[in-house]
């Protein structure tokens, strides 16, 4: 009987080792590293990252990986805080031991993480951040997340084509919160630069539900444009009350209302719309359709803004990892030097990711700052009941 | 041991210096007064070291030297002190739970107020702030002796008259005031004290994330502080030196064996994304197992005989 | 100021102050009753405001571990709001079996109260969300046919407050009456007095102190629920973190109502409101330190509030 059993372990051990060796043998997937707020507050745009980055690691590896070797995401929650951001970093560099992290999505977070990747010498792509000053972090800090001094000039003058009579601007923005401080001061920049009159600047939280004290003080100085710099639900909700409060002009929506996700919110009000997009939906290009369809497929609604930007963030790295092995076999890189030479390799690239064809400058002491070919202004379109919209393109 | 430094030296230096915030709940609990207002000195240290590193003081080659950090530390320790003072002595003569709902206000004020100054740059924060250290572990340099120190005041104080008199505030205010205790002063030495210190240790960490904002320092810091003290133990200085250390520890812990590979996939999945849930209901645990926390005098005692036993 | 900036200002902080007044009321009837700050009042509100999601049948997202997930059955808003509010009820009951009767039990100090009631609402907010995902939701409208806005003005100087808000204050002023006349001229409220005066008193008198806990929690819940989804009709169920920061303003409204004191948390609610209204226009970015600035001031100036009695420190 002892024998028997015996003899059976060692075969079943012996048959363990040996698939345990053929799988050694193959080469390991290629580690991305994906931190981004998967808990917290933050945790809405997170998701959508998630999402985003899920998809592309699928799309990729369908499409035959890294010249043949697929790449594996390995997440790490980055959570809301600085110090959780940095804990995943640090986890992502040493024990992961990933070529290279997307994240996190916070600029104040990638403030605080991003010197640690840059003092490792892993090379960081930031999908969500937009904040001044985030490529100049170091060498190693890129950015797919266009900064929206671009778009919002055009989104102003898109409302100014269709008011030709436009002259009072009021501006909202999301004072506790870093991406919308960063963009509402491009927009009262161009406001300014358009010779317009800016009536009021009114400031809220992103926490904030209920704004009738500040659309009192909007309402009270009559004007023609009201242009709001928040996230998805403290904008929608924004949006809703002003319409509801008797608001009839036009609204110009920054980055950060980009999402269908604002639908469900403000519903029918959230027809006529402007936004200044760094993603559109309407972009046509192969790449940009193929990604579409699946997240439909998925979600039953067009991609936010977040999780196009994680996809292009995904995007970058697979597209660099592809180009570096043709130069030079990766595999035989050991892994500080290939985290040293991705990082160069992808600052170098063009891509053209859903969106749209992206490249990076770069400076002294700097990693890549975005340049987007394509900026997009779009006017939300919705059904008559509310429960379905589009962006179309409006330039 | 190399890469588990590499990996683990942020986090370590964190614990060591939440132990010292620890300790700065601690200080007006040995009075019995419950202040939650670290935090916001905490966030004021912080912002005098990000202020005076990036605009006060030139920015040069190499590295930052530590001894302009040192000097920023005194700095935030005053300013901080001076900050407890104005406001410690009206919020004082409140009690119990009106003291802890007013320095939760206090934390609340200076937060909105962060914010919206220019010099502190709203949002987004002051970054870019310069390294004193090439590697994140040898912050332990400045860390550690502040824990020690911290430690080694405390635990003298409770030896000494103003230390016994705190106790005495904490088990009988009105009886301790008919004795001729001033209850005020006392009060408000320990809730300067810990200003002063919590100050200090925000200078010290504004450098150590590179970069300070008005998310640092807020009421989420005081639940963690609360946390520290009530599961470490409320009752000696250990106990919030061991409570910050192990539950700021315990997170990442629990993302380091979610990674280990050896867990179905659903239980790694949920200690490393519930790791906010499972230090809620520790601590909601904590209270009421170990009402006066983990390390309490009579463990501490128990200890003492067993290693004298041992001997 | 012309009167009719000064009209649209007063509804404002009306409007809001009502939703604070609501939200504190359960936070202050626990106080009244137990002296202990319950911080997981916010995520039971929350809690209802969910339940009624579900009960309205609607879908929940594509995030969390019931992803998709849809009741077989859709009810009537109102029928739904009922339901998520006793699911609220429920779930205060629950919370208070496990986490506070312990704590009771010994006698503990209710600072010890406080920070346990803190880690469960941190516990039952990621629960939430772990479960459900962080989108936000929205209720299928009952409110549809009416007009979206009501106006307390002229065609030609409109004062417009919104419907729902208008409802919201209505409810509050209902529910007021109905705790107020609960606690003064039932049986029961008596006996919740009785118990908040003295709580072993009341047992030695033969009193079910255990049983009037129980109903307190029930109330309060109940009430949460309620709140969570008029909110979440008002402005979405903005996600799992929607009533925290209710929770802290929540203090400042009953510190200076007066702690415990029921007409006392929505005289604070309109208070704080009002003042929030009447930040200038200029100065609106400090506006979320106007209840904490009142909170301080209170405490020092009038520690039982506007409507508490003076604390006597017994000996």
Not at chain 1, 70 to 86: M, R, V, W
Not at chain 1, 201 to 208: G, K, L, M, P, Y
Not at chain 3, 177 to 182: F, G, I, N, P, R
Request: proline content about 5%.
């Amino acid at each position: 009987m002892s024998l028997r059993v015996g003899v059976s372990v060692s075969m079943i051990a012996i048959a363990v080792l040996c698939c345990a060796m053929i799988g050694l043998a193959a080469d390991p997937p290629i580690p991305i590293g994906v931190s981004v707020a998967q808990t917290g507050p933050v945790a809405l745009a997170g998701q959508e990252q998630v999402l985003g980055a899920q998809i592309a690691e699928d799309y990729f590896n369908k499409h035959g990986g890294v010249n043949g070797r697929p790449i594996k995401l390995i997440f790490q929650d980055g959570g809301s805080d600085e110090p959780t951001a940095i804990n995943a970093f640090q986890n992502l560099i040493n024990v992961a031991k990933v070529v290279g992290i997307m994240g996190p999505s916070l600029s104040q977070q990638a403030f605080a993480a991003d010197p640690f990747a840059v003092r490792a010498k892993v090379p960081v792509i930031g999908p969500s951040n937009t904040a001044k000053g985030i490529a100049q972090i170091g060498e190693f800090v890129s950015r797919v997340s266009a900064p929206v001094a671009i778009v919002a000039p055009n989104a102003v003058k898109a409302a100014m084509e269709i008011n030709r009579d436009l002259k009072k601007v009021a501006v909202l923005y999301a004072q506790n919160d870093a991406f919308n401080k960063s963009e509402t001061e491009t927009f009262q920049q161009a406001v300014k630069d358009l010779k317009l009159d800016l009536a009021t600047v009114q400031t809220f939280q992103t926490t904030d539900t209920d704004f009738t004290a500040q659309i009192t003080n909007v309402l009270n100085v009559k004007p023609d444009l009201v242009i709001i710099s928040g996230l998805q639900v403290d904008g929608a909700n924004l949006i809703k009350q002003l319409r509801d409060l008797g608001y009839k002009g036009l609204i110009v929506g920054g980055n950060g209302v980009n999402t269908a996700a604002i639908f469900p919110i403000c519903k029918a009000k959230c027809d006529g719309i402007l936004i200044a997009q760094a993603y559109s939906p309407a972009y046509k290009s192969k790449i940009n359709d193929e990604f579409k369809s699946v997240y439909k497929d998925k979600q039953k609604k067009d991609p936010p803004q977040f999780s196009a930007q994680a996809f292009a963030g995904i995007q970058v790295f697979v597209e660099a990892l592809r180009a570096l092995d043709k130069k030079s076999p990766i595999a035989k890189m050991d892994l500080a030097a290939l985290r040293v030479e991705l990082n160069k390799q992808l600052i170098s690239g063009t891509y053209d990711t859903p969106l749209g064809e992206i490249s990076f400058t770069t400076g002294p002491g700097m990693g890549g700052e975005i340049v987007q070919k394509q900026s997009y202004v779009a006017q939300i379109k919705m059904d008559p009941d509310g429960t379905k919209g589009t962006f179309v393109f409006v330039k | 041991m190399a890469s588990f430094l590499a990996t683990y030296d942020f986090l370590l230096v964190s614990m060591v210096l939440a132990a010292v915030l620890a300790l700065t709940l601690y200080l007006p609990l040995m009075a019995g007064q419950l202040s939650v207002a670290s935090p916001g000195f905490y966030a004021l240290g912080g912002y005098i070291a990000a202020i005076m590193s990036t605009r006060i003081f030139p920015p040069g080659p190499g590295l930052y030297p530590v001894s302009l950090v040192l000097l920023e530390m005194v700095v935030a320790a005053v300013l901080s002190g001076a900050l407890g003072l104005a406001v410690g002595v009206p919020a004082l003569r409140l009690r119990g739970i009106f003291l802890a709902l007013a320095t939760i206000a206090f934390v609340q004020i200076l937060g909105v107020v962060a914010l919206n100054l220019q010099i502190t740059g709203g949002a987004i924060g002051i970054f870019g702030i310069p390294q004193p250290f090439a590697n994140p572990i040898q912050y332990m340099w400045l860390a550690v002796p502040l824990l020690l120190v911290s430690m080694l005041f405390v635990a003298r104080l409770e030896r000494t008259r103003t230390g016994r008199a705190l106790i005495a505030l904490r088990e009988d205010e009105l009886a301790a005031a008919a004795m001729g205790v001033n209850p005020t002063y006392h009060k408000v030495l320990a809730f300067t004290t810990s200003a002063v210190l919590a100050g200090a240790v925000g200078a010290v960490s504004a450098h150590f994330i590179n970069t300070w904002n008005s998310r640092q320092g807020t009421f989420d810091t005081s639940v963690n502080l609360m946390a520290f003290v009530l599961v470490g133990g409320s009752r000696t200085f250990v106990g919030p030196v061991v409570g910050g250390l192990v539950l700021t520890a315990l997170p990442e812990a629990l993302r380091g064996i979610a990674g280990v590979g050896l867990l179905p996939g659903w239980l790694a999945e949920f200690l490393r994304d519930g790791r906010l849930i499972i230090f809620g209901v520790l601590i909601a645990v904590g209270t009421v197992f170990f009402p006066h926390g983990l390390i309490t005098p009579g463990l501490l005692r128990r200890l003492g005989r067993w290693r004298a036993r041992a001997r | 100021m012309n009167r009719t900036f000064l009209l649209q200002q007063v509804l404002n902080g009306l409007a809001i102050g009502s939703v604070y007044a609501i939200f504190a009321l359960g936070y202050t009837l626990i106080f009244s009753v137990l002296r202990i700050i319950n911080f997981t009042h916010g995520a039971i509100f929350t809690i209802g405001a969910y339940a009624t999601y579900a009960l309205t049948g609607s879908q929940f997202g594509i995030n969390g571990l019931l992803a998709g997930a849809t009741l077989p059955f859709a009810l009537p808003f109102v029928l739904a709001l009922l339901g998520g509010s006793v699911v609220a009820a429920v779930s205060g009951v629950i919370v208070e079996r496990l986490a506070f009767r312990p704590l009771r039990a010994r006698g503990a100090d209710p600072l010890l109260t406080l920070v346990s009631s803190l880690g469960v609402a941190v516990a039952l907010v990621n629960i939430t969300q772990y479960l459900f995902g962080a989108e936000p939701y929205s209720y299928p409208d009952p409110l549809q046919g009416l007009p979206t806005a009501m106006n307390f003005g002229t065609a030609a100087a409109p004062v417009l407050v919104r419907t729902v808000q208008v409802v919201i204050f209505g409810v509050s002023m209902v529910m007021l009456v109905l705790l107020t006349y609960l606690m003064n001229a039932t049986r029961t409220g008596k006996a919740l007095r009785a118990v908040a005066e003295d709580m072993t008193t009341s047992s030695l008198l033969g009193i079910d102190t255990d049983r009037l806990v129980l109903l307190t929690f029930v109330i309060s819940g109940f009430l949460g629920g309620v709140t969570g989804t008029l909110i979440g009709l008002s402005v979405g169920v903005a996600g799992p973190y929607f009533g925290i920061a209710f929770g802290l303003k929540g203090l400042a409204v009953i510190v200076l109502g007066g702690l415990g004191d029921v007409p006392g948390a929505v005289v604070g609610g309109l208070v704080i409101g009002l003042a929030e209204a009447f930040v200038p226009a200029q100065y609106i970015a400090y506006r979320e330190a106007v209840p904490f600035a009142l909170l301080f001031v209170v405490l020092l100036v009038r520690p039982q509030g506007l409507l508490g009695r003076a604390q006597v420190q017994k000996v």
